[in-house]
């Protein structure tokens, strides 16, 4: 159960005995009595808390009852505090009177009779606290009544078997474009497409009390505009919030739409794919049989007829040959940057050091010329041990053949680490490029020498950068004329998902 407030009451008397009096007659529970002697200690203690009630004496030194009472009715903070005047001698009608003038609501005469004291002082703290509540009642309404008018939903009352509206906010406006006056008696039928009609018809059918719906509505220009309704069902009416959802509406259909179109362009992607694969296929075997037919002919006559030829026949069997293999590579090197693209990438923790040595064994050994190679401490991350084979391969093949021509052919390899990545790097001392060309060197079929320099395909380099993008890194090199050439690629510390 609340617990009541106190009624607090301020007793102003010069004379002690008549305080004392007072307090007698009106003290009980739920009261707090505050007493002082003087018109200035009154006037402190009423504009600096709540008090309920004053009995005021008329005839006091210095400030008397009349001009306390003056000063507390023009402060807005106490021009509401109910005064009874507490008078011994001045009853004559011009006092009373002026009493009143001064915000006195009742006059209590000495010596005192204590029943009419005490019933006077109980029905005006009561309609005291009766006109607060009311003030406090009001003031609650105006706030609402601002906050419902400042929303930027339609709130309203809608009559639950004509749906009429009852009452409308100021949103309506901003929403619809009518005015509250134009909406209020109208029905909410009116505003709503058929489906919109047959579905609030439905819903009216049968009780309930609360309900969600949305529906179509058209503006006063006759735009069309979806609403969402949050209704609740009280005594046949609706006490309804409409929220305008068409942003949301339209973005829920642009969005379907993007995923409509990410199907067909899935599926158009996956029936490429499989043409994409079909070709692979046909590359890889219709093209593979002339070429080992050519190959292989021009070694039969090479072998079996050598002594008919003259050195030019001999020379052009020697071209037709090489041409054929150089063919046959370019196919293979074709068909793999074909499936690296499709290859889905594993990611596990890789030893650097240990993934290269195997690798730089092989091409030692398969190299006719000495080149010193120099492997620095490699820092270890994630990835796919297969694929960064792949990529170590490329660059370290591509590093002692543009070096090969050196006397002293060097290669680097080294790794960094940096905040959220690693950086590894694979240098020579070889032939070195020009850096204006630098952005052809990753794209297949791309060469910045010919072929009578350094042979090659052209593809190694962009097989190295689609396997780094789909790693999350990026791959990138520097280089000189003349003066050897590095190439960095970099692996995220973080394990990234796969591209």
């Known amino acids: 159960m609340e617990k009541q407030a106190e009624d607090h009451i301020l007793i102003v008397d010069d004379k002690i005995n008549n305080i004392y009096v007072l307090e007698e007659i009106l003290r009980q529970p739920g009261r707090n009595l505050i007493s002082v002697t003087n018109g200035n200690e009154a006037l402190k203690i009423a504009l600096h808390q709540e008090i309920d009630l004053i009995l005021l004496d008329v005839q006091m030194p210095g400030m008397d009852g009349f001009e306390v009472a003056q000063i507390l009715k023009s402060n807005k903070r106490t021009s509401e505090t109910p005064i009874i005047f507490v008078t011994a001698e001045l009853k004559d009608h011009k006092f009373v009177m002026k009493g009143f ?21 109980s029905v005006l703290l009561q309609l005291h606290r009766q006109q607060r509540e009311l003030m406090e009642k009001n003031q609650a309404l105006e706030n609402y009544a601002l906050l419902i008018n400042n929303s930027a939903d339609l709130i309203c009352i809608i009559h639950g078997s004509s749906f009429l509206f009852e009452e409308v906010n100021d949103a309506v406006h901003t929403l619809l474009g009518y005015t509250v006056q134009e909406m209020k008696g109208s029905s909410l ?22 309900f969600l719906f949305e529906a179509l509505m058209y503006t006063k220009n006759n735009e069309p505009r979806f609403f969402s309704w949050n209704v609740v069902h009280k005594q046949n009416l609706w006490f309804a919030i409409g929220r305008d959802i068409t942003r949301q509406k339209k973005a829920d259909f642009e969005i379907k739409e993007l995923n409509r179109n990410l199907e067909r362009n899935l599926a158009q992607l996956q029936l490429t794919n499989k043409e994409l694969e079909a070709f692979s296929y046909s590359v890889s075997h219709d093209l593979r049989a002339p070429l080992r037919s050519i190959n292989g002919y021009a070694q039969m006559i090479q072998e079996d007829h050598a002594h008919a030829f003259n050195d030019e026949a001999k020379r052009m069997l020697n071209v037709i040959s090489k041409n054929a293999q150089k063919m046959g590579m370019l196919i293979d090197d074709l068909l793999a940057f074909s499936r690296m693209g499709r290859k889905e990438i594993t990611r596990v923790p890789v030893e650097f050091n240990k993934l290269v040595e195997p690798i730089i064994t092989e091409l030692k050994n398969s ?23 792949q990529v170590y391969m490329n660059l370290i093949s591509n590093a002692i053949k543009y070096s090969a021509k050196k006397e002293a052919p060097e290669i680097e390899i080294g790794a960094e680490e940096k905040e959220d990545e690693i950086i590894y790097y694979v240098k020579d001392n070889g032939a070195g490029f020009d850096m ?17 320099e350094f042979e090659g395909t052209g593809v190694g380099l962009a097989i190295v950068q689609r396997i780094i993008v789909k790693h999350g890194g990026k791959v990138w090199a520097e280089a000189k004329p003349g003066e050897g050439a590095a190439f960095y690629f970099s692996l995220p510390k973080i394990n990234k998902p796969p591209i």
Request: net charge negative; aromatic share 8%.
């Open 101 to 121: 003038e001064e915000g006195a609501i009742d006059y209590l005469y000495k010596p005192l009779n204590p029943e009419i004291t005490e019933a006077k002082v």
């Open 189 to 210: 039928l009116n505003y709503l497409s058929e489906e919109g009609q047959a579905r609030v018809k439905q819903l009216a059918a049968v009780y309930q009390p609360e």
């Open 367 to 389: 190299t006719p010329h000495k080149t010193k190679i120099t492997v620095q401490a490699l820092h270890n991350t994630q990835g796919d041990p297969a694929l960064l084979s």
């Open 436 to 452: 204006q060309y630098a952005h052809k060197l990753f794209g297949v079929f791309q060469r910045l020498h010919s072929n009578e």
